[in-house]
């Protein structure tokens, strides 16, 4: 048998194997990319989500440190409102909603607030003053091919609460 016969059958045979080969990649590259496209949607919805949650309860954080040292100013409701937008200011602060309460009830109101944080506070009584800031969420993307925005919240909610001053 001549060696030089074998050689080329064995070079043309690798050959026409690799070509078969990437044809099979290209069919499984297909298959799969419609899952990782899924999974990678996925991971930035959440990060979206989990981002825009943290903002949210920092403003709610720093809106209640804000809001119970407040006590004995006469606009505290409004200073409150405008601490918690500033804080949140990568939010669409339209889509903010700010409540505040003192010892549990609610006050939305400068005199109200004024009047709730004056008696809640003190040597004698202790006085909490709670935040809440919920913020209507929009996913990062909609459409057909991600319908993860369906398993996110529509809203991101978040309290703080601290001792008035």
């Known amino acids: 048998m ?4 074998t050689t080329m059958r064995g070079r043309g045979a690798r050959q026409l194997k690799l070509k078969k080969q990437r044809g099979v990649a290209v ?9 990782l496209m899924t ?8 990060g979206w989500m989990f981002s825009n949650y943290l903002m949210v309860a920092n403003a709610a954080s720093s809106g209640a440190r804000y809001f119970a040292a407040q006590r004995g100013t006469t606009n505290p409701y409004s200073s409150t409102q405008t601490q918690v937008g500033a804080s949140a200011a990568l939010l669409t602060t339209s889509k903010l909603t700010i409540a505040t309460s003192v010892n549990g009830a609610a006050c939305s109101s400068d005199s109200s607030c004024a009047a709730d944080l004056t008696s809640a506070g003190g040597t004698s009584a202790v006085g909490t003053a709670t935040v809440t800031v919920s913020y209507t969420f929009a996913p990062l993307f909609k459409g057909s091919l991600s319908r993860l925005y369906t398993l996110m919240p529509s809203s991101l909610s978040a309290s703080a609460v601290e001792r008035v001053q």
């Open 39 to 46: 999974i990678v949607i996925g991971i930035a919805q959440f």
């Open 2 to 5: 001549n060696p030089s016969r």
């Open 27 to 35: 069919v499984e590259f297909a298959l799969l990319t419609p899952l």
